[in-house]
């Protein structure tokens, strides 16, 4: 058996042994990066909306960046989400946080009860999702 012939054996064990392994994207991390791409989207038009209105007050100016910013980490965790990657996972995890943290320090004044409840209880939720063990696995190289 000559080099060429070895090389060749040895490239299609390899492949053989790839098939498979391959991971796939579960339901779970689909729905949380759907939902992070929403808060994405939304994040970049109330963000430039809130600079818009910098006019009225510096504060929105400053708040407008926080939104906006947030809004840009989300859609690139939304990438990071689906494709696996394990940076993904950890810019989900510290957004939510802050999020939530953004959402009971600024915006007690603006939204009801009930509308802050139900955003916070979504960030914690998606937050304790990516916690669990089966996800992190997912997301290990």
Same mark, same amino acid.
């Given at each position: 058996?000559? *080099?060429?012939?070895?090389? *060749?054996?040895?490239?299609?064990?390899?492949?053989? %042994?790839?098939?498979?392994?391959?991971?796939?994207?579960?339901?779970?991390?689909?729905?949380?990066? #759907? $939902? /992070?791409? $929403?808060?994405?989207?939304?994040?970049?038009?109330?963000?430039?909306? /809130? #600079?818009?209105?910098?006019?009225?007050?510096?504060?929105?100016?400053?708040?407008?960046?926080?939104?906006? %910013?947030?809004?840009?980490?989300?859609?690139? %965790?939304?990438?990071?989400?689906?494709?696996?990657?394990?940076?993904?996972?950890?810019?989900? #995890?510290?957004?939510?946080?802050?999020?939530?943290?953004?959402?009971? $320090?600024?915006?007690?004044?603006?939204?009801?009860?009930?509308?802050?409840?139900?955003?916070?209880?979504?960030?914690? /939720? #998606?937050?304790?999702?990516?916690?669990?063990?089966?996800?992190?696995?997912?997301?290990?190289?």
């Amino acid at each position: 058996m000559g *080099e060429a012939d070895r090389r *060749e054996a040895c490239h299609k064990l390899e492949k053989e %042994a790839s098939v498979g392994t391959e991971k796939r994207v579960s339901l779970g991390v689909v729905v949380c990066a #759907i $939902i /992070m791409g $929403i808060l994405g989207i939304y994040g970049l038009g109330y963000g430039m909306v /809130m #600079i818009n209105w910098a006019a009225l007050s510096p504060e929105f100016y400053v708040l407008g960046l926080i939104t906006l %910013a947030q809004g840009v980490l989300s859609l690139a %965790a939304t990438y990071g989400l689906m494709k696996l990657m394990r940076w993904g996972r950890i810019v989900t #995890i510290c957004v939510n946080l802050l999020r939530t943290l953004f959402l009971l $320090i600024f915006t007690r004044q603006v939204y009801s009860g009930a509308a802050l409840a139900v955003e916070i209880t979504i960030s914690l /939720m #998606i937050v304790a999702y990516m916690l669990l063990p089966k996800v992190r696995s997912t997301f290990s190289p």
